[in-house]
């Protein structure tokens, strides 16, 4: 086991710690190189890191089959909480997971109405609409949660307009964002944000819209 492997279980277990309550299955890791976050970012994390996205239009397909255009039908007018995950993944992809089913129990009734969960595979060859789905079951996944798949070359333009994307799928970051694709703000968080700092990042970007009017 590689040293960077050794501290990307023990971000692991701080992260499963966190989030109490979530079942995750521990197994053997050694063979997932997850890329960490370094010193400054992991610094960041408690706020979140202001950055401007323009969320392209690109056409995906989500869990159920459907095609789904990213910013005119899955994000349309709504704030986005957006995480990256592979279902093969057995180590950060779980957290990650765990973390957002969290988040959508304390959103409640607003998934779907002002505010969605998107989960954006970084292994569209393998990850289909099919795999995705029965991954989402595993964590509750509801109405108002999105899972997206589709054309390697459409997904991988996706991934890169976020800042996830890295060559090779298993080594991308442990990665949150939540944004309000109506002004182009977003909110970056590296490593594991705890459900209430990432709703408490849709509450912000939610005040902020309704102040502009």
Not at 28 to 53: F, L, M, N, W, Y
Not at 86 to 106: D, E, G, N, R, W
Not at 169 to 187: A, Q
């Amino acid at each position: 086991m590689t040293h960077a492997t050794a501290r990307t279980l023990l971000a692991c277990a701080a992260a499963l710690a966190a989030l109490s309550g979530v079942a995750v299955r521990a197994q053997d890791h050694s063979h997932h190189q997850h890329a960490q976050p370094d010193a400054k970012a992991t610094a960041r994390t408690p706020a979140g890191e202001a950055v401007r996205i323009k969320l392209p239009d690109t056409a995906l397909t989500d869990q159920d089959g459907r095609a789904q255009r990213l910013a005119s039908d899955v994000a349309a007018d709504r704030i986005v909480v957006v995480d990256f995950i592979y279902t093969t993944c057995t180590t950060i992809c779980p957290v990650a997971s765990a973390l957002l089913s969290q988040v959508q129990k304390q959103l409640g009734d607003r998934l779907n109405q002002d505010v969605r969960l998107v989960t954006v595979t970084v292994d569209p060859v393998r990850d289909t609409p099919a795999r995705l789905k029965e991954y989402g079951k595993r964590y509750g996944s509801g109405p108002g949660w999105t899972w997206l798949t589709g054309p390697k070359p459409q997904v991988d333009e996706v991934l890169k307009a976020f800042g996830a994307y890295t060559p090779n799928f298993e080594n991308h970051p442990p990665l949150v964002l939540v944004g309000d694709p109506k002004n182009g703000k977003w909110l970056r968080f590296y490593g594991f944000p705890t459900p209430e700092q990432l709703t408490a990042a849709v509450r912000e970007l939610g005040a902020a819209r309704t102040k502009a009017g």
